[in-house]
């Protein structure tokens, strides 16, 4: 296949993109399932034609075994360098180790939107249809923060950050993507009731900016009411507007209602640069099998392609992918079949083929 030519433009313009020839992009596998799903999408990506100058790079618990720090300098200097990435999830500790390497990379490139699109597919067995959800959630504050401290024996201390120029900042993205895809209505979540000055200034900054988007209808809700509502009545929400812990709970929530991690793909985006990754984790029950789910991955790619301006291979993967879950003939145990990994990636691939 010919490499596409770039039809739509990206989001914001990436700068790997600027330089003659393929856009140069740095890949990290991660822990886990991490090299697994990320070789899945690699090679779905390869057969669109699409090409890509990959920087591998490690992070996370695999770095730390090779070089002795879980981020090392080239990986840093390879972001710098290319603005643009394909990840692997990382594994952080809980409770002890070092720091979340994810939470450090979102921070460092002030990747501060964290957009989770989450969409049923035809064929994923789920008690709920045609869900249509996009979360976006903030992506640098908040309990994220990372500023805990011991204050006695027995007694500690988390801070949570919550700011009006980065809470504005989220506010804005989500309305933008809201008109860019002529979304309906928006959902602020939130816990202001009890949280009445961190929360109650992310709402106050998001009413403010609603009134610039006065097409889309603009609603708040109480993160435990949601929460319920989502599994109750997921269609009467369209875009969610979170700050960063919300966003990370909601967001495996609304995965579930879609059929599990394995499907939903994520972008972090900066004003600047870009990573992209699944919702899902380490996945430390299947790694090392050849079972884990890759289309969250492959989508997560399709993300990538589409922010690089390859709009039709991103659009091309994102109907193999539906084709593939649809026939319901190959798909992996998490979403009710026995196939592994590589065979769905090739079966992937092959819809691609067809669609030629
Ligand atoms: P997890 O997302 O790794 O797993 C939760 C459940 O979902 C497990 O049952 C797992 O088997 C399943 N699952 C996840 N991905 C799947 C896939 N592709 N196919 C099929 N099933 C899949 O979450 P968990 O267990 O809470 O975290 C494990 C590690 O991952 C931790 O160290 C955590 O910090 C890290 N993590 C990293 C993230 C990142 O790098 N962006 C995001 C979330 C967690």
């Known amino acids: 296949m010919r490499r596409p030519k770039a039809r739509s433009r990206a989001r914001s313009p990436s700068p790997a993109k600027r330089a003659a020839g393929a856009p140069v992009v740095t890949l990290i596998g991660g822990d886990g399932v991490g090299p697994e799903v990320i070789d899945a999408a690699l090679a779905v990506i390869g057969a669109t034609g699409v090409e890509i100058e990959w920087d591998r790079q490690t992070a996370g618990a695999y770095a730390v075994k090779r070089f002795g720090t879980p981020v090392p300098d080239a990986l840093i200097k390879s972001l710098k360098r290319t603005r643009v990435a394909l990840k692997g999830p990382l594994e952080t500790r809980s409770g002890e180790g070092y ?146 812990l919300y966003g990370d709970i909601v967001s495996d929530l609304c995965a579930g209602l879609v059929g599990g991690l394995g499907l939903v793909p994520g972008a972090n985006y900066g004003d600047k640069g870009a990573i992209f990754e699944a919702v899902h984790g380490t996945a430390p029950d299947l790694a090392g099998k050849g079972t884990a789910n890759p289309i969250a991955a492959i989508l997560s790619g399709a993300m990538m392609l589409d922010y690089l301006g390859y709009a039709g291979a991103a659009a091309a993967i994102r109907t193999a992918t539906g084709k593939v879950l649809r026939s319901g003939r190959v798909l992996t145990g998490d979403i009710g079949g026995k196939a592994t990994t590589a065979a769905m990636t090739a079966a992937v691939i092959a819809a691609l083929g067809s669609n030629r």
Not at 156 to 162: G, P, Q, R, T
Not at 188 to 204: P, T, V, Y
Not at 223 to 237: G, H, Q
């Open 99 to 244: 720091r979340s390497i994810n939470v450090y990379l979102r921070k460092t490139f002030d990747l501060y939107a964290n957009l989770r699109p989450t969409l049923s597919f035809a064929g994923v067995q789920t008690p709920f249809r045609n869900i249509d959800l996009i979360v976006v959630r903030e992506n640098t504050e908040d309990l994220y923060s990372g500023i805990e401290h011991v204050v006695a024996r027995g007694v500690v201390e988390s801070i949570k950050v919550i700011t009006a120029r980065a809470s504005r900042r989220i506010a804005r993205f989500a309305f933008e993507y809201a008109r860019r895809h002529k979304r309906k209505s928006l959902t602020a979540i939130h816990k202001a009731n009890i949280m009445k000055l961190s929360d109650g200034l992310f709402i106050r900054c998001a009413r403010g900016v609603a009134k610039e988007y006065p097409e889309i209808k603009y609603r708040e809700q109480i993160v435990d009411a949601a929460c319920m509502r989502l599994v109750t009545d997921p269609s009467s929400f369209d875009v969610l507007l979170l700050e960063n």
